[in-house]
Nanobody
Framework: QVQLAESGGGLVQAGGSLRISCADS????????MGWFRQAPGKEREFVAL????????KYADSVQGRFTISRDNAKNTMYLQMNSLKSDDTAVYFC????????????????WGRGTQVTVSS
């Protein structure tokens, strides 16, 4: 069974970097397409990035393209999101999620979710 847990969030200054992680204690992460979503106060949950089973294919939201990098290490059952050049608009709770679909950008396409990690970017 997939059990996802995010870590690595925190407070960072604008222009800084942060790497957040998503670990699967069920050790089945390699069976799923994985995604990162975020949700700011008063806003809907939005797609950030996804990565396919092997890690060969990735997709990003326009708002983070060129600044964020998604990666995964199936041997460690862990996924990462490297966030560079952070902006105040990136402030949100970041969630990792697992999908059985090839490429879904909507939250409804993901069946397992972590509880989220807070990322706060100060200006």
């Amino acid at each position: 069974q997939v059990q996802l847990a995010e870590s690595g969030g925190g407070l960072v200054q604008a222009g800084g970097s942060l790497r957040i992680s998503c670990a699967d204690s069920g050790r089945t992460l390699g069976s799923y397409v994985m995604g990162w979503f975020r949700q700011a106060p008063g806003k809907e949950r939005e797609f950030v990035a996804l990565i396919d089973w092997s890690g060969a294919r990735t997709k990003y939201a326009d708002s983070v393209q060129g600044r964020f990098t998604i990666s995964r290490d199936n041997a460690k059952n862990t996924m990462y999101l490297q966030m560079n050049s952070l902006k105040s608009d990136d402030t949100a709770v970041y969630f990792c999620a697992a999908s059985v679909f090839r490429e879904r950008l909507d939250p409804a396409g993901y069946i397992y979710w972590g509880r989220g990690t807070q990322v706060t970017v100060s200006s």
